[in-house]
C-alpha cells in the first residue's frame, strides 16, 4: 500500500483548490488502500458505531449511511490515516508544516436511496477555528452526478459567511448553532458556477471547510457510492468550543484558543 500519493501534488493543484475551495485529485491511492477499505466499510456496516445515523431511515428505499471516528475502533481505519496518502496530501494541499488529524466520517448510499446529501459547508459543524482545515473525500467506487456525486458551489469559501448547520436526515439537531440557514441554492443555480467530477476508485476530492457542497440522492439502481472523508487540521488551527457543534466519541482535553493538539485529535507524522 503507498504511503506517498501516487501522482504528485502540484502547485498548480494548491492555487486551484485556493481559488476554488476544491479540487478532484485522480489516482491518489493504490488498488490494495481501496481494497482493505472497502472491506473495512463492510464490516462497519454490518456493525456501526456510537454516532451512526441512518438518514433516509423511513423516507426511501436503500441506505443512507453515516458514521464517525471509525478510527477509534478498528485498526484497518487507523492504518489509513496514519500510513496512507491522505496526511501527505493534507499537508501539501493547506501548506503546512504539522498535520492534526480531526476524524474520519464514511458516507455509504446505495442504489435506489433518493435521500439527498443538503447543502451545507463542513466547519460550521465543528469545534475549530482556523483557514487550514480541509475534508480528503476518498471514493471507493466508481461515482457520477446520477449516483451521487458531490457538487461545488465555486469559491463559496471565500464569502467569510458561516451558516448554520442543519441534520442530514430533516431534523435539527443543531438547535444552539449560531449563523444564518444556507441559501437555497438549488433556486439560485444561475448565480453560482459549480464543479463537479466524475470519479474513480482512488481518486480524492479536496475541499476546504468553508465550501459549500451537497449532492442528490442515489438516482441509480446499480451503482454504490462508499465514500471515505477524513477532516484535516493545520498550523493556524485552533479549538473553538462554541455551542451547537457536531458530537463528538468524547471531549478533547482542549480549551478555546487550544492548538488542535490531544488524543482525540493527534498530531499525524508526515
Known amino acids: 500500500m503507498n504511503r506517498e500519493p501516487l501522482i504528485e501534488v502540484t502547485e498548480e493543484d494548491i492555487l486551484r483548490y485556493e481559488q476554488d475551495g476544491a479540487i478532484c485529485l485522480r489516482g491518489m491511492f493504490d488498488q490494495d488502500w481501496i481494497e482493505r477499505m472497502r ?3 463492510e464490516r462497519n456496516l454490518e456493525n456501526t458505531g456510537p454516532l451512526a445515523i441512518e438518514y433516509a431511515d423511513g423516507k426511501s428505499p436503500g441506505r443512507f449511511l453515516g458514521d464517525m471516528f471509525m478510527w477509534m475502533r478498528d485498526d484497518d481505519f487507523r492504518d489509513y490515516v496514519f500510513e496512507s496518502p491522505a496526511v501527505r496530501i493534507a499537508q501539501k494541499i493547506m501548506r503546512t508544516k504539522k498535520v492534526n488529524f480531526f476524524y474520519d466520517h464514511l458516507f455509504v448510499k446505495e ?48 464569502s467569510g459567511k458561516w451558516y448554520k448547520p ?28 459549480f ?15 468553508l465550501t459549500i457542497h451537497g449532492s442528490s440522492g442515489n438516482a441509480t439502481n446499480h451503482m454504490r457510492r462508499r465514500a471515505l472523508a477524513t477532516r484535516w487540521t493545520g498550523d493556524d488551527a485552533t479549538y473553538d468550543a462554541r455551542p451547537g457543534t457536531f458530537q463528538k466519541i468524547r471531549e478533547p482535553a482542549l480549551k478555546t484558543g487550544d492548538p488542535m493538539d490531544c488524543e482525540l485529535f493527534p498530531r499525524v507524522p508526515v
Not at 473525500?137 to 471565500?158: A, F, I, K, M, P
Not at 442543519?166 to 441559501?183: L, M, N, Q, S, V
Request: charged letters at 25%; hydrophobic letters at 30%; one cysteine or more.
Open 39 to 41: 472491506q473495512a466499510i
Open 111 to 158: 442504489p435506489g436511496t433518493l435521500v439527498p446529501t443538503p447543502w451545507h459547508q463542513d466547519q460550521p459543524y465543528w469545534p475549530v477555528l482556523g483557514k487550514q482545515v480541509c475534508s480528503i473525500w476518498l471514493s471507493l467506487d466508481r461515482v457520477s452526478r446520477e449516483s451521487s456525486g458531490l457538487e461545488y458551489v465555486q469559491g463559496s469559501h471565500r
Open 166 to 193: 442543519r441534520g442530514f436526515d430533516g431534523k435539527d439537531r443543531y438547535p444552539d448553532a449560531p449563523g444564518e440557514p444556507i441559501p437555497d441554492i438549488d433556486a439560485e443555480r444561475n448565480r453560482h458556477v
Open 195 to 209: 464543479l463537479n467530477w466524475d470519479m474513480e476508485p482512488g481518486d480524492c476530492l479536496v475541499h476546504q471547510a
